[in-house]
């Protein structure tokens, strides 16, 4: 059994799924997956996959039944709920993957505590990842005898790799040397590479995964927008891509195309212009042709040009609140 709910609170009961079909679970899931629900439906969905109840018998296994809830409750991002879930079923041996999920989520957003919190309520989890977790948080919270015992029983067992070792022996004071060895390889070694480097820097390039561009957002280790180089070409793609996962503000890479310098005639005829510059070059020229029109058909025809250039480019979420704030204010 693993949920949230007795079946008695809805009119349900245990063994509301044993006889269904896992090849008819997997469909529902498929085309539910691709659907915007209604709260109602939402509700409706936490009842059926929440209530304790026996897992399906046919054609499906355990961890592939368990799969379907966590993934609603990633997809939910209700941390609250996930919380009570890991608590409700503490003896459930397969929550690595939510537990993983809400320990990841806060640390990438610099806050450790709610990432720690999680520990709290569950103690049943193999994965080495969480291990070392666990582990950073008791020494984050001082209690270092505590995470000295689970160091070494974990060291006895082979799972402790060696950069986690030197970060864990630093942040115990054993190596007084500052560290500078950096991992991209996770959110908790990228974090433990900050945290024992006091001259810690780090420049973020086209490959760099969306977790550390989140971290690096919400610890203040990203250059300001206003302070990028125009004539850097690597620069302006970085802050066009950082901005598109809503790392940078939006208005803040429009402010950006505000400072490309365009003579004259590129910005007279800048429907010819745009398309002999380089995308992001002639994404600031429409911008700033889109900013100098009196003329709502001709502000129309910019938005919808630069709109089109940044959806050619898959900067799909880049111009959307200030071309919606554009048209809500058209006078119909």
Not at 133 to 158: G, H, P, R, T
Not at 202 to 225: C, V
Request: net charge negative.
């Amino acid at each position: 059994l693993a949920g949230l709910y007795d079946p008695a609170e809805n009119g349900l009961t245990i063994d509301m799924w044993s006889k269904s079909d896992g090849d008819q679970i997997r469909e529902l899931f498929d085309k539910i997956k691709k659907k915007k629900l209604s709260n109602f439906s939402e509700k409706i969905l936490d009842i059926a996959l929440f209530t304790n109840s026996y897992i399906p018998e046919n054609n499906i296994s355990l961890n592939e039944f368990l799969d379907f809830k966590f993934d609603h409750l990633i997809h939910k991002k209700d941390f609250e709920l996930i919380k009570k879930f890991i608590s409700k079923n503490s003896n459930l041996k397969n929550t690595d993957k939510l537990v993983r999920f809400y320990v990841d989520y806060f640390l990438t957003r610099s806050e450790l505590s709610k990432s720690c919190e999680i520990f709290e309520y569950t103690n049943n989890f193999s994965d080495e990842y969480l291990n070392n977790f666990k582990i950073y948080c008791l020494v984050n919270k001082q209690n270092n005898e505590q995470a000295q015992l689970l160091f070494d029983i974990n060291s006895e067992l082979s799972s402790i790799d060696s950069f986690f070792s030197k970060k864990f022996n630093v942040l115990m004071g054993f190596d007084k040397n500052n560290d500078e060895l950096i991992s991209e390889k996770n959110i908790l070694y990228f974090h433990l590479s900050h945290i024992t480097n006091k001259n810690f820097s780090y420049e973020p390039n086209m490959n760099t995964s969306n977790f550390i561009w989140k971290y690096l957002s919400s610890s203040n280790l990203l250059k300001k927008a206003e302070t990028i180089n125009i004539d850097d070409i690597d620069e302006i793609k970085l802050i066009e891509k950082a901005a598109n996962e809503e790392i940078y503000e939006e208005i803040e890479l429009l402010d950006l195309y505000k400072k490309f310098n365009f003579d004259f005639t590129q910005l007279y005829n800048p429907l010819e212009s745009y398309e002999n510059l380089p995308a992001y070059e002639g994404r600031a020229l429409l911008y700033q042709r889109f900013l100098l029109s009196q003329d709502i058909e001709q502000k129309l025809l910019f938005a919808s040009k630069l709109k089109s250039s940044f959806l050619k480019s898959n900067l799909n979420n880049l111009f959307n609140r200030e071309l919606s704030k554009f048209l809500k204010d058209i006078n119909s």
